[in-house]
């Protein structure tokens, strides 16, 4: 088994934090970690070598080519093209064999991965988790019927995934989800709704511990705080990651347990005025980035 996770530029201490905590809990699962980077720099990828250290890490650089697919697909204040990465992986590491294991870079490691070597995949090409909009049966209906799926058919949540190459790529899966994102002009959930569209429910659920992500009721996590000690995977969905100021996240001091063997551990957080600014700058680098393609393809 291997895993795979990617990053760019804006998600790279919290890529560095997840690697930390992989390399704590789960060092001796898998046999190598593929980390797929959107414009990160040479000193970042030291850093996030640091930050795991492990001789099994592999950088590979998402050039023009390998996103061509997805230049005119939609993205969104907090999530960037690398959110696409995850349906090019099982091809862009044509050699990779058996199992590969994505997770999102705002994700903890928090248990052994070995389980999922060995777990029966009972003729699928992906195990995943149910989305929690699952839990409000109004917005898992909306979900669905956004991108054409029946209203009680499963809607699985794709920062952690787990994928049998093989099969995988005998179903082709790639190709039909690249088919579903040029069928829809506008995706709410980008890549997510993609492989779920294009799945349409052939997917093997997973407990829910393997990705655990909840949300804010009234600005509240309102879960007993030992849910988060225990779960497998620790998500941290939404725009206010734990490296920010205005955090609230019951899982926070568990970040900052990882962190602290990291080179990031002296950095300031950031604040809720720097997230506004984030979100700016993002989106001129993704108007200057659609630009230059254009006039490359002209």
């Known amino acids: 088994m291997i895993v795979a996770t990617a990053t760019d530029t804006a998600y790279v201490e919290l890529t560095g934090v997840m690697l930390a905590s992989l390399a704590d809990k789960a060092a001796g699962d898998f046999e190598a970690v593929y980390v797929f980077c959107d414009g990160v720099s040479d000193a970042d990828k030291e850093?996030?070598?640091?930050?795991?250290?492990?001789?099994?890490?592999?950088?590979?650089?998402m050039t023009d080519e390998m996103v061509r697919h997805f230049a005119a697909r939609p993205v969104n204040h907090h999530l960037s093209r690398t959110a696409y990465a995850r349906i090019l992986?099982?091809?862009?590491?044509?050699?990779?064999?058996?199992?590969?294991f994505y997770i999102d870079c705002d994700t903890l490691v928090n248990a052994?991965?070995?389980?999922?070597?060995?777990?029966?995949?009972?003729?699928?090409?992906?195990?995943?988790v149910d989305d929690i909009a699952r839990q409000v049966p109004e917005r898992h209906i909306k979900r669905n019927r956004d991108i054409g799926l029946p209203d009680e058919m499963r809607y699985f949540n794709s920062g952690v995934l787990?994928?049998?190459l093989e099969k995988w790529r005998a179903d082709r899966v790639t190709?039909?989800?690249?088919?579903?994102?040029?069928?829809?002009?506008t995706l709410p959930m980008m890549d997510q709704d993609a492989l779920n569209g294009a799945l349409r429910g052939a997917w093997l659920p997973l407990d829910?511990?393997?990705?655990?992500?909840?949300?804010?009721?009234?600005g509240v996590y309102t879960d007993d705080p030992s849910i988060w000690r225990e779960a497998r995977i620790v998500h941290f969905i939404g725009q206010v990651k734990p490296n920010y100021t205005d955090c609230n996240h019951p899982a926070r001091?568990?970040?900052f347990e990882h962190r602290a063997r990291t080179p990031f551990a002296s950095v300031p957080l950031k604040t809720k005025f720097g997230r506004k600014v984030e979100k700016r700058a993002r989106r001129l680098r993704r108007f200057f980035g659609k630009l230059k393609r254009r006039v490359l393809g002209a």
């Open 162 to 164: 787990l994928i049998d």
């Open 112 to 128: 052994s991965l070995a389980p999922l070597a060995s777990l029966p995949m009972d003729g699928f090409a992906l195990a995943a």
């Open 89 to 100: 992986m099982p091809l862009s590491l044509s050699e990779a064999t058996g199992r590969l």
């Open 253 to 255: 001091d568990l970040y």
């Open 208 to 218: 829910e511990s393997w990705n655990l992500h909840r949300r804010l009721e009234k």
């Open 47 to 61: 850093r996030l070598r640091a930050s795991y250290g492990l001789p099994n890490i592999v950088f590979v650089d």
């Open 175 to 185: 190709e039909r989800t690249i088919e579903f994102i040029n069928s829809r002009p």
